[in-house]
C-alpha cells in the first residue's frame, strides 16, 4: 500500500499501460494468433486520449465498440469482398457519420473512437487467401487487447473519475450554501454547472449509500438542480450581497426564509452521505415592510422586490428538488420516473460547424492515402490511408502541429533502429521479449506527454514482431517509409483546406462569437445561440491559450482573456433571460416592455464594420437605459401584484444588462488589435 503511494499518477498510467500492451501481444503472439499486434496497436490510440477512468460500465463499452465496428466492418467485407470500389465507397459514408458522431459527442469519446479503429483497420489492401478470416482475426485481437486494458484499469490502481457526478453535486450543495450568506462565485458556479452536465452524459452509475444514481435518475433531478442554478445566477447579476442588508429591513422576515433555504441545503448534503428522508417545509410567506418600502427610491424598491421574488423562487426549487429526492427512498413508485421528463440534455452538439469541418478534413486525409495507394501504389498503400484516418481523430483542430510528430516520430525510429539492430536479436525468451515490451512502452508513456507519445510508441508496431519474425532491414525501412507517408499527409492537412493554427482556429471562432453577439443583439430568441455561445467561447479559450505571441506583438494574452471573460457574462445573462420570453409575454405589463426598441444589432454590424462611431452606438444604448429605467420608475405599484412587478422588473433589468455586457463586449473588442492574427507566420 506504501508503495502505491510514492509512484505518481504518471507512473501508473505508464506502468498500467505498459502491462497492458505488453500482454495483448504476447498472450495472442503465444497462442500463434494472425495478427497479434492489433489490440497493441488499439490501445495505444486509446492512450493517447490520456489515462482512462476507472468504470466497469466505461469498459463494457468499449468492448461494445470494438463489437459494433468488427461487426460493421465484417458485413462489409463480406458483401463486398470482390468489388473495392463499391466497399471503399460504403465504407466512406459510415466512417464520416461515426465520424462526425466522435466529433460531436460531449461525453468520453472512446467508444465512437475505438468503433472507427476496428471498422477501418480490419481491411487488408493487399491480397490475402481469405479477406473475411484475415478481417476476424484482426477484430479478435482488437477485441482482446480493448478487454485486457479496461480489466487492467479497473483492477490495478483503478483511476476514479476524478470528479464523479455525487462530487460535483456536492460541489454544487456547497457553492449554494455559500450563496446563501452572500458569497456568490459566479465563474465557479458556472463550471460546475457545465461539469455537472457533462458527467450525467457519460452516464456511469453513482451510488449513495445502497441508492443507485444512475443517468436517468441524475437527469431526473437534473431540472431542479438547473432551476437552483439559475437562481443563484440571477441573485449574483442582482448583486444580493449589496442589498442583502436593504433586503432585511424591507422584508422583515427573510431572514427565518434564508435559514430555512441553508437548513434545506444542509439536509440535502447530509442525503448525499447518507441518505434518509428530507424535511419538506411550507411555502414562504414574505411579507413587506410597506412603510420603509416608500422611503426608497423606484428603482430601489424593483430591485428589492426582484430580489425578495428570487428568494421566493429559491425556496420553491429546493422543496421540490427535496420532495424528487424523499421520492427517490419511497416504496412507492416514483411518478417522475413514470412519467417521461421534458428535461433533455443533448450527448451531441449539433450546432458546431468544427464538428462537420473536421468531418471532412479527416475524410480528405482517408482518400488522399486511398487515391495515393490505387494510382501510385505507395507501399502498405491502405495502411496508410487508414493511419492517417486514425491519427487524424486525435490530431485534427488541437493544438498539435504535426512537425512537432514527425520530430516524435523520427526520435522513435532512431529508438528503435538502435533496440531492433542491438536489442531484439539478443532476445531468446518470450520473457525477455515481453520485459522488452513492457520497458519500452513504460519509457514512452512516462517519459513523452500523450498525445505525442503515440507516435513514439507506433515505434514497436514498425519492428513488426510477429511469430514467424524474421530480422529484414528492407521490411522496416517500408514499414518507416509508411509512417512518414502519413504524417506527411497530416501536415500538409493541418494547412488544407482549414489551417489548425493556434491563431487561425482562435479568429474563425472569434467570427462565429461576433455573430452571436449580433444575432443576440437582434432579440434573436434562440436555445441554439446558447450552445453555439457556449462552444464558442469554449474554443476561444482553448486556442487563446495556444498562440504564440512573439509572432503579435500587438496582442496581448491577458487582453484575449479579458475580452473571452465578457463573453462569458452575455452568455450567463442570455441563458437566463431565454426561459423568461414565454412566462413574461402573459404578464400584464409585457405592452409596456414591448414599446422599447432595444434592437441594437445593426448598429453593432456598423461598428464593427467601422462605418460608424461607437458614440452613436453609446447614444442608443443611453436611450434603452432611460426607456427601462422609465419602465421601472413610473410602475403603478396598487394595479399589479408585488410578483407580476417583480417578475417584469428581473426581464427588464437583465434585458438592461444584455444590452450592456454586449455593448461593452463588442467595444472591447474593438479596442483589440484582432487583424494582426490574420498574418501569416511564414
Given at each position: 500500500?506504501?508503495?502505491?503511494?510514492?509512484?505518481?499518477?504518471?507512473?501508473?498510467?505508464?506502468?498500467?499501460?505498459?502491462?497492458?500492451?505488453?500482454?495483448?501481444?504476447?498472450?495472442?503472439?503465444?497462442?500463434?494468433?494472425?495478427?497479434?499486434?492489433?489490440?497493441?496497436?488499439?490501445?495505444?490510440?486509446?492512450?493517447?486520449?490520456?489515462?482512462?477512468?476507472?468504470?466497469?460500465?466505461?469498459?463494457?463499452?468499449?468492448?461494445?465498440?470494438?463489437?459494433?465496428?468488427?461487426?460493421?466492418?465484417?458485413?462489409?467485407?463480406?458483401?463486398?469482398?470482390?468489388?473495392?470500389?463499391?466497399?471503399?465507397?460504403?465504407?466512406?459514408?459510415?466512417?464520416a457519420i461515426v465520424a462526425y458522431l466522435y466529433y460531436a459527442y460531449k461525453g468520453e469519446k472512446t467508444f465512437w473512437m475505438i468503433m472507427l479503429v476496428v471498422l477501418v483497420m480490419i481491411y487488408s489492401g493487399d491480397d490475402v487467401d481469405d479477406k473475411f478470416v484475415y478481417a476476424l482475426d484482426k477484430s479478435w485481437s482488437t477485441a482482446f487487447g480493448i478487454f485486457v486494458y479496461a480489466m487492467v484499469n479497473i483492477y490495478l490502481w483503478p483511476t476514479k473519475n476524478s470528479k464523479s457526478t455525487t462530487d460535483i453535486f456536492e460541489e454544487l450543495l456547497q457553492l449554494w450554501q455559500n450563496g446563501t450568506k452572500g458569497d456568490i462565485d459566479n465563474s465557479k458556479l458556472q463550471s460546475a454547472k457545465e461539469s455537472f452536465k457533462s458527467s450525467i452524459i457519460d452516464g456511469v452509475t453513482d451510488y449513495i449509500d445502497t441508492i443507485a444514481f444512475d443517468k436517468k435518475r441524475w437527469i431526473g433531478i437534473y431540472s431542479e438542480v438547473d432551476n437552483i442554478n439559475r437562481v443563484f445566477e440571477k441573485l449574483y447579476l442582482l448583486e444580493y450581497p449589496k442589498y442583502k442588508d436593504t433586503l432585511n429591513m424591507a422584508v422583515p422576515n427573510i431572514s427565518k426564509a434564508v435559514t430555512e433555504i441553508e437548513m434545506m441545503i444542509r439536509e440535502i448534503r447530509e442525503f448525499v452521505k447518507s441518505p434518509s428522508v428530507l424535511t419538506i417545509y411550507h411555502d414562504l410567506e414574505l411579507e413587506f415592510d410597506t412603510k420603509y418600502l416608500s422611503t426608497l427610491t423606484p428603482l430601489q424598491r424593483v430591485h428589492i422586490v426582484t430580489l425578495q421574488n428570487q428568494l421566493t423562487n429559491l425556496h420553491s426549487t429546493l422543496t421540490a428538488l427535496t420532495k424528487r429526492l424523499n421520492s427517490i427512498l419511497s416504496f412507492e413508485p416514483d411518478i417522475n420516473e413514470i412519467i417521461p421528463t421534458d428535461t433533455k440534455i443533448n450527448s451531441f452538439n449539433w450546432s458546431d460547424i468544427d464538428?462537420?469541418?473536421?468531418?471532412?478534413?479527416?475524410?480528405?486525409?482517408?482518400?488522399?492515402?486511398?487515391?495515393?495507394?490505387?494510382?501510385?501504389?505507395?507501399?502498405?498503400?491502405?495502411?496508410?490511408?487508414?493511419?492517417?484516418?486514425?491519427?487524424?481523430?486525435?490530431?485534427?483542430?488541437?493544438?498539435?502541429?504535426?512537425?512537432?510528430?514527425?520530430?516524435?516520430?523520427?526520435?522513435?525510429?532512431?529508438?528503435?533502429?538502435?533496440?531492433?539492430?542491438?536489442?531484439?536479436?539478443?532476445?531468446?525468451?518470450?520473457?525477455?521479449?515481453?520485459?522488452?515490451?513492457?520497458?519500452?512502452?513504460?519509457?514512452?508513456?512516462?517519459?513523452?506527454?500523450?498525445?505525442?507519445?503515440?507516435?513514439?510508441?507506433?515505434g514497436l508496431i514498425f519492428q513488426f514482431i510477429v511469430n514467424d519474425m524474421i530480422f529484414s532491414f528492407e521490411a522496416f525501412i517500408t514499414l518507416l517509409l509508411v509512417f512518414y507517408l502519413f504524417l506527411g499527409f497530416l501536415l500538409i492537412f493541418y494547412y488544407i483546406p482549414f489551417s489548425n493554427r493556434a491563431e487561425s482556429m482562435f479568429k474563425t471562432a472569434e467570427e462565429r462569437f461576433k455573430k452571436v453577439l449580433i444575432d443576440i443583439a437582434n432579440n434573436k430568441v434562440s436555445p441554439k445561440l446558447i450552445d453555439i455561445l457556449y462552444t464558442t467561447i469554449t474554443k476561444m479559450r482553448v486556442w487563446s491559450s495556444k498562440i504564440d505571441y512573439s509572432y503579435f506583438s500587438g496582442i496581448k494574452s491577458q487582453k484575449l482573456q479579458e475580452y473571452i471573460?465578457?463573453?462569458?457574462?452575455?452568455?450567463?445573462?442570455?441563458?437566463?433571460?431565454?426561459?423568461?420570453?414565454?412566462?413574461?409575454?402573459?404578464?400584464?405589463?409585457?405592452?409596456?416592455?414591448?414599446?422599447?426598441?432595444?434592437?441594437?444589432?445593426?448598429?453593432?454590424?456598423?461598428?464593427?464594420?467601422?462605418?460608424?462611431?461607437?458614440?452613436?452606438?453609446?447614444?442608443?444604448?443611453?436611450?434603452?437605459?432611460?426607456?427601462?429605467d422609465n419602465i421601472i420608475t413610473t410602475l403603478k405599484w396598487r394595479e399589479y401584484s408585488y410578483s407580476e412587478i417583480a417578475e417584469v422588473a428581473e426581464f427588464v433589468t437583465l434585458k438592461k444588462l444584455l444590452i450592456e455586457s454586449i455593448v461593452q463586449t463588442i467595444q472591447y473588442r474593438e479596442e483589440l488589435k484582432l487583424t494582426e492574427l490574420n498574418w501569416s507566420r511564414f
Open positions: 500500500m506504501q508503495n502505491s503511494t510514492i509512484l505518481s499518477n504518471r507512473a501508473k498510467f505508464a506502468i498500467k499501460t505498459a502491462i497492458a500492451v505488453t500482454l495483448s501481444y504476447m498472450i495472442p503472439l503465444a497462442l500463434g494468433w494472425g495478427q497479434p499486434n492489433q489490440g497493441a496497436i488499439a490501445i495505444m490510440v486509446i492512450a493517447s486520449a490520456g489515462a482512462l477512468q476507472e468504470s466497469l460500465e466505461k469498459g463494457v463499452m468499449r468492448v461494445v465498440g470494438t463489437v459494433a465496428g468488427a461487426v460493421v466492418g465484417l458485413g462489409l467485407i463480406a458483401l463486398f469482398a470482390q468489388d473495392r470500389a463499391y466497399y471503399l465507397l460504403t465504407l466512406s459514408i459510415i466512417m464538428n462537420i469541418k473536421a468531418t471532412i478534413v479527416s475524410m480528405l486525409l482517408f482518400w488522399s492515402g486511398v487515391g495515393a495507394w490505387i494510382y501510385i501504389n505507395t507501399p502498405q498503400g491502405y495502411t496508410v490511408a487508414s493511419l492517417a484516418f486514425i491519427f487524424s481523430l486525435i490530431t485534427t483542430f488541437t493544438p498539435i502541429n504535426p512537425l512537432a510528430l514527425i520530430f516524435v516520430y523520427t526520435l522513435s525510429f532512431i529508438f528503435s533502429f538502435i533496440t531492433y539492430v542491438w536489442v531484439l536479436p539478443q532476445l531468446g525468451t518470450g520473457v525477455e521479449l515481453g520485459l522488452y515490451m513492457f520497458v519500452y512502452m513504460f519509457i514512452t508513456y512516462y517519459l513523452i506527454p500523450t498525445p505525442l507519445a503515440l507516435f513514439f510508441a507506433m471573460s465578457k463573453g462569458e457574462r452575455v452568455l450567463v445573462i442570455y441563458s437566463l433571460i431565454l426561459p423568461m420570453y414565454k412566462r413574461v409575454s402573459k404578464n400584464r405589463l409585457f405592452d409596456s416592455i414591448e414599446k422599447i426598441d432595444t434592437n441594437i444589432g445593426k448598429e453593432l454590424e456598423m461598428l464593427t464594420n467601422q462605418k460608424i462611431d461607437k458614440d452613436i452606438l453609446l447614444f442608443r444604448l443611453e436611450n434603452i437605459q432611460k426607456s427601462i
